[in-house]
């Protein structure tokens, strides 16, 4: 039996085990007797003993129970728990900070004060306390909503039950990492992958008594919603978790300056195979809470903190294959087929070679010995080549100019503003058209940022495709559950599941619903722009006039090219009956404002010219965050147009022919409350 062979009988054996590991832990009704389940166990893991290459995160040798999905009740956070962005090098922090000067239009860098924290690789938790008593803790789940964990969280003695400092406020969100520390995790090992799985996996035991014997830990280090708390920056807020009963990171600094910032990263990365518990990088936080207010938040990060990750983990492999991934927006991505590789403690057996330009400019051939290199949570990519270890008979890779899928041409699209080609080859195919786009649009349509709907990952889409019960994204809310229910691996609870779920998900907001119609530029900081300009998803669906479309260019953010992929989305016959049948299926809920009874209510604004001591990022901010509204055009709908010093003379003359009325900064101000 070839290698091949050999992984394709030990995945059979992983996926049965999965399955009777359900049916025992998580239904508890097993399907086999204890004998055949334990035979099933030592069969995968004599294979496993005995071909080095053949590894699964399912493993006997690496899970205990199975993870339970329905056991716990979800709860929504009251302040999202949100993701940050990363850096890998001193430019990453250099673009970091500038963001920050740009945004609070700051003149002396060095005023700037970071909380520098290392980031545990462990599991984030919630835990939310009303009058001093802890009543929910929860999972970030997918960040929106987690799922009620309190009970198994309650058994970690870091976690304070109850808290009676005077100045502990009276009602917060306490958020920190919960793990095990590398010297308890050696006593578990067996049992677990890593000891970061080992935390995930105890605490979603549907038995606290289980999890109670596994050695959790809690660093505590921010915190979500908060009611009356008086304290003015994370410095201060870390001292006064340590006083509230909290463990924190004892290697937190208080840190001006990147290359400060660079010194202490240099550090820490030195020392961290020394630590009590494994660390991934440094989360840097700009230190005062009123300038983190003022920065806020981008699409699904905030905009004062970033974690930088620590050095890349390499390895030597050899490219047994280049095959062509096709993505939703008909993008080709080379990825290398390697022989399986062990990169910081992980088993990497592809690799990405990102586009045609970069397999040309490395000069990347099938057969090469090549490094390849993992960072953080990035995706692993090729390095480099041996060109000493290169096979004689070794040929260059050409890339398709007709897609693998469909068949339709490759393009690539001219850019107007590097007036250079782009890098990325496309299918010219309109979406739907084209199979592999098809999957991946699907795919896009229930992850996690757009309609999220629980235990409809992308191995289920694949599934659902090839037995043609999934073709568009309306079927998903026409499924046939009695076929699916005859399916291997499915049974009634399953399918009911699932049913729940989709049913649960018919409710969406506005702004998740455009993006997750997989539109090309249409990312989730644009959704959310277009969602709060049309208000309701009956004006979304009108958009097919082109004079519709063309009244989006308003939007001040969204530009000639989303609004070129917009016009192709509503061209595209599929794309407009996919629409039609979603509307028929769906609850799509109008966009409410947080603050719709602002200063500024009913206002629209523009700005020219540059304002003094704000940014005018941060000035539109302002606008949105009391009821008004910022446009991009000059025209009969604009109510005021700010200008700075030195501004725009065709839109000052324009705004006059209009009789639009011109202020400046002061004026505005006033409007605000605020003086200039």
Known sequence: MNDK?????????????????????????????????????????????KYKFLKSEYSPTKSIGFKPSKNFQKIKH?????????????????????????????????????????????????LIYINGKLTKGLSRGDGNEGEDITQNLKTIKDIPLEITKSNFPKEIDIRGEVFIENNDFKKIKDKFANPRNAASGSLRQKNSLITAKIPLKFIAYTYGYEKKMNIKNQTSFLENLKLWGFKTNPFNKKIIGVKNLMLNHKELEEKRKELAFDIDG??????????????????????WAIAHKFSANSSISEIM????????????????????????????????????????????????????????????????VDLKKRKQNSKKFIFPLKCPSCGSKTIKDYNETTKRQDAVRRCASEGFECEKIAIERIKHFVSKDAFNIDGFGKKIVENFW???????????????????????????????????????????????????????????????????????????????????????????????????????????????????????????????LINNNGLLKNKTFMLTGKLNGISRAEAKSLIEQNSGKIISNVNKKLDYLIAGDKPTLKKINTAKEWNIKIINQTEWLKMLNKSG
């Open 466 to 592: 090839n037995l043609k019960l999934v073709r568009l994204p309306q079927d998903i809310f026409k499924l046939n559950y009695n076929k699916i229910e005859e399916l291997e691996g499915w049974g009634k609870l399953s399918v009911a599941n699932l049913r729940f779920s989709i049913e649960e998900k018919k409710n969406i907001s506005l702004e998740r619903f455009i993006y997750s119609l997989g539109i090309r530029h249409i990312g989730q900081e644009n959704a959310k722009l277009i969602a709060r300009h049309l208000k309701t998803a009956s004006n979304f669906f009108r958009l097919s006039g082109e004079k519709n479309i063309e009244s989006l260019s308003n939007i001040d953010g969204i530009g000639i090219t989303q609004i070129q992929s917009i016009k192709k989305f509503f061209l595209n016959k599929t794309n407009l009956k996919v629409l039609s049948e979603l509307e028929k299926n769906l609850l799509i809920k109008d966009i409410i």
């Open 282 to 303: 440094i989360v840097y936080k700009v230190n005062d809470f009123d300038l983190q207010k003022r920065l806020g938040f981008a699409a699904n990060a905030p905009r």
């Open 78 to 126: 009251k302040v999202p728990m949100l993701s940050l962005g990363n850096a890998f090098n001193e430019e990453d922090l250099k673009n970091f900070e500038k963001k920050i000067i740009n945004f609070l239009s700051l003149k002396d860098v060095n005023t700037i004060e970071y909380s520098a924290e290392p980031k545990i690789d462990g599991i984030s938790a919630s």
């Open 321 to 384: 294959n280049i095959e062509i991934q096709i993505g939703r927006t008909g993008a080709l991505t080379p990825v290398a087929k390697i022989k399986p590789v062990n990169i910081g403690g992980v088993i990497v057996s592809n690799a990405t070679l990102h586009n045609e330009d970069e397999i040309v400019r490395k000069d990347i051939r099938v057969g090469d010995t090549v490094t390849v290199e993992r960072a953080g949570d990035v995706i692993p990519h090729v390095v480099s």
């Open 5 to 49: 062979d050999l992984e394709i009988e030990y995945l059979k054996k992983i996926d049965l085990f999965q399955r009777h590991n359900k049916h025992y832990y998580d239904k508890n009704k097993p399907i086999v007797s204890d004998q055949e389940f334990d035979l099933l166990k030592k069969d995968i893991i004599d294979l496993e003993s």
